[in-house]
């Protein structure tokens, strides 16, 4: 599904240059569930981005469904991004100004599904993330659990193979944050690759495997059912 | 994504900016207004003007002293000239294809009844000029017919003046003083209004031979000249220029038709409108620039939305398309509501001024709506591109 092979990632910082991701090759198998651990700056945000076709490495190549996008142009990205990806994000992303449904619509909106189409699959989407009774609220009138919900059901309307999560259950409480993990983990039951990262072992332990990353490198690799307790590196 | 998804998409981004969207489309009305609005003054007055013109007949020939020189030199400037007199207004009388004549002399000389005294214009002319001014006679009689130079001492009073003059009395056959002369009253003019700059209501009329004896003038204002047909307006042109040429032996006079007059104010008034129009097409560019102020700022208040749109799929060109759509509803919706209140202005001033017809032309309507959608998507192009360039990982927030 994912295949990275020395990609390097490299931001100018006025005269110097740092070193996102330093020859990272790694292999994610369709149907799989990994989670990515490591501290803040240790690349993993930036590993997601080049995952999730927002970005793209400087060195190395990427192959995503047997395809190579480490060099496409925006356009093409654009298109991965629409058909084979859904984004999940810590602070939710919703647009405030639309209603659960209109925020769930959003994707087909810009892949040009129909209107009635659109109407009928956002109303079945949020039915599958429970909230169907919440369609007509906007983001400011759901709680935190609700919304991410709602960002879930956005994110999968278009059927992507992958998923990725950044720190998907960062800003809820406890109770919310193990409803959106079993949501996460039904779409991944359902046939869904699954990258998470995460700070927060609990979250971590439910992957396949995990990556730890440190400096720009995947520093160990291991199950995730191995993770009995927080991942210090 | 079709168009009316992106007009859908821009039309919910005004929600979160209600205020600031008012005011920017606030400014391209005012532009759109002024336009309207400054148009129809301007348009207004030149058919003011071209009416006032056509109501003294389009058959007219207006002959004056001294030879405009529109070519080299001073532009307008008389050179020595021979008098007009009352000798070459009975020539011109008698040249074929002229129907009548009203020889004309004027002066501002005092006239006064009894304790009541005021400056007025005082006309010298002949009892043609009632039907060469199209005038009406409001009682009594105008001045007698006969000969040319007698003029005998009668008065024919305009009707502010017989109403100041004459409070509560009829004037006519009463003997009133103008300068030095006394006259009797014969008659009082209708209420005539302004006409061509001069309130006709405030002058006498006397014949013209005793008004140049009491204007102590050998000379002339002009003479107006009434052609039998319209076609023959050019040729009796060229016939009292050769007339007048070889009385005073030299081309010495300015003979100008109704026409030209009429379509040299027309053509001075028409640029007086464009320039109007070009005043209030800068405010129109001012509102612009307040379109694109508020765009920028909305681009960077959504950055983050920006970088979400990315991520779920939207390409630049849409991201593009989503701003440039809120610029130009905001302009359009400015330039509509513009429309409206200007043309609602210009009914309103013609209800209050209803002798000035005040009208925008079309090309000022359709023109303003069109420039303000134009000024919407020109200044909206930048704040658009410029959204549609940012990078989704940092608009996300990264780094």
Not at chain 1, 70 to 94: E, K, N, P, W, Y
Not at chain 2, 109 to 118: D, L
Not at chain 2, 220 to 234: K, N, S, T
Request: contains cysteine; hydrophobic residues 50%; glycine residues 10%.
């Amino acid at each position: 599904m994912i295949r990275l092979a020395h990609v390097t990632r490299v931001f100018p910082m006025g005269e110097e240059t740092l070193r996102a991701l330093d020859d990272v090759s790694e292999h994610v198998r369709p149907g799989e569930h990994v989670a990515i651990m490591g501290p803040s700056g240790s690349g993993k945000s930036t590993l997601l981005n080049i995952i999730g076709c927002l970005d793209r490495p400087t060195e190395g190549t990427y192959h995503l469904d047997g395809r190579e996008v480490g060099g496409l142009d925006d356009d093409a990205l654009t298109q991965v991004r629409r058909h084979l990806i859904g984004f999940v994000f810590q602070s939710f992303h919703l647009v405030p100004r639309l209603t659960a449904a209109e925020n769930v619509e959003l994707p087909m909106v810009f892949a040009g599904v129909p209107r009635a189409e659109r109407r009928a699959r956002a109303r079945a989407g949020l039915d599958a993330v429970g909230l169907s009774r919440r369609a007509d609220h906007r983001p400011n009138q759901l709680s935190g659990g609700e919304r991410q919900r709602v960002a879930i059901a956005r994110a999968t309307i278009l059927s992507p193979r992958l998923l990725l999560a950044d720190e998907p259950t960062g800003n809820l409480d406890s109770a919310s944050g193990r409803q959106i993990l079993e949501l996460l983990d039904h779409m991944h039951d359902a046939g869904l690759t699954l990258v998470v990262v995460t700070h927060d072992p609990n979250v971590a332990r439910r992957a396949d495997r995990v990556l730890v990353m440190s400096d720009g490198r995947v520093a160990r690799r291991l199950p995730g059912a191995e993770l009995a307790v927080p991942v210090t590196t | 994504m079709t168009a009316r998804d992106v007009v859908e998409f821009a039309l919910r981004a005004f929600r979160g900016h209600r205020l600031r969207a008012a005011l920017s489309l606030l400014g391209v009305a005012v532009g759109v207004a002024a336009v309207v609005l400054l148009t129809a003054l301007g348009n207004g007055a030149r058919r003011y003007v071209t009416d006032q013109f056509a109501s003294i007949g389009s058959n007219l020939l207006i002959v004056m002293p001294g030879k405009t020189e529109t070519t080299g030199g001073l532009p307008f400037t008389a050179a020595t000239t021979r008098d007009l007199t009352l000798a070459d207004a009975e020539a011109v009388a008698r040249l074929p294809g002229v129907e009548r004549i009203a020889p004309i002399a004027m002066a501002t000389e005092t006239v006064a009844h009894e304790e009541r005294r005021r400056q007025v214009a005082v006309v010298g002319t002949t009892p043609e000029f009632l039907t060469v001014r199209h005038l009406t006679l409001g009682r009594g009689s105008f001045l007698p017919p006969g000969e040319l130079r007698r003029g005998v001492a009668v008065v024919v009073v305009g009707n502010a003046v017989a109403r100041e003059l004459f409070p509560g009395v009829d004037p006519v056959g009463k003997v009133m003083r103008i300068g030095d002369m006394r006259a009797r009253v014969v008659g009082v003019m209708a209420p005539m209004g302004e006409q061509l700059g001069m309130n006709l209501d405030e002058t006498v009329t006397i014949p013209v031979a005793r008004a140049m004896r009491l204007f102590n003038r050998a000379s002339l204002f002009r003479i107006m000249i009434e052609v039998r047909a319209h076609a023959d307006l050019e040729t009796v042109r060229r016939d009292v220029v050769r007339l007048l040429a070889a009385r005073h032996r030299e081309e010495d006079v300015t003979v100008i038709t109704q026409e030209a007059v009429m379509s040299s104010f027309g053509s001075i008034l028409q640029a007086l409108t464009l320039a109007l129009a070009g005043i209030a097409a800068i405010s129109l560019t001012v509102a612009g620039l307040g379109i694109m102020n508020v765009m920028l700022v909305a681009v960077s208040e959504r950055t983050v939305e920006v970088g979400l749109l990315r991520a779920v799929g939207a390409g630049q060109r849409q991201v593009q398309a989503v701003f440039l759509a809120e610029a130009a509803l905001l302009a359009t919706a400015g330039g509509v509501a513009g429309l409206g209140v200007g043309l609602l202005a210009v009914l309103a001033l013609r209800a209050a001024v209803p002798v000035f017809p005040a009208e925008p032309p079309l090309w000022a309507v359709v023109s303003s709506l069109g420039v303000s959608v134009v000024v919407g998507v020109v200044f909206g192009l930048l704040p658009a591109r410029r959204a549609a360039r940012l990078d989704p990982v940092a608009a996300l927030g990264g780094h």
